[in-house]
């Protein structure tokens, strides 16, 4: 069976009631170890970053991060040298709004973005970091993973995208996103 997906921020007793006798595991850079490891921040090392042969990132968002361009800054190579999972994210607050993400020579909009450069990214950590832990989940039965947000479609803009959705997607299919 699949594992399920839900909001790290709901309750214990909230998961008990609607997953009973589920295994619960954080996925997010809050979870514990091993699980942890499923974070996108989490520094795997030799990551392949899109668009740059030759280049390798810390994490997957050292990636994410590191190719975002502001109105305000470019690229940011320097995220992917990142290893402590703090100081990754850069924010419209700062940088002013979004404008793509570096893909080669190229600017990418965001959809685009996910499809050629997050979920590629992901993926190479699910089948190069993260394999016998992919294994483990595949044997455990009835398991919930908790994520920030539970969005898993790739189109869907407005919401963030759930990691722990594609780690659901290849523990039951073997795909990454939609």
Do not use: C
């Amino acid at each position: 069976m699949a594992p399920w997906v839900a909001g790290r921020r709901r309750g214990a007793k909230s998961l008990e009631a609607e997953f009973p006798g589920a295994v619960i595991l954080d996925v997010t850079s809050k979870g514990p170890e091993p699980w942890v490891r499923f974070s996108p921040f989490w520094p795997h090392g030799g990551v392949p970053v899109p668009g740059m042969p030759g280049v390798f990132s810390e994490s997957v968002e050292g990636v994410w991060q590191g190719l975002k361009v502001f109105e305000g800054a470019d690229a940011d190579p320097g995220r992917f040298r990142i290893t402590s999972m703090r100081g990754i994210k850069r924010t419209v607050r700062k940088y002013g709004p979004v404008l793509g993400h570096r893909l080669g020579d190229e600017l990418v909009p965001y959809e685009r973005a996910r499809r050629e450069i997050y979920l590629p990214t992901y993926r190479w950590v699910l089948e190069h970091r993260l394999g016998a832990l992919v294994e483990r989940l595949r044997g455990m039965g009835d398991v919930v993973l908790l994520d920030y947000t539970v969005n898993g479609d790739v189109g869907e803009l407005r919401v963030p995208l759930s990691h722990a959705q594609l780690v659901r997607s290849w523990v039951s299919s073997g795909v990454v996103g939609r």
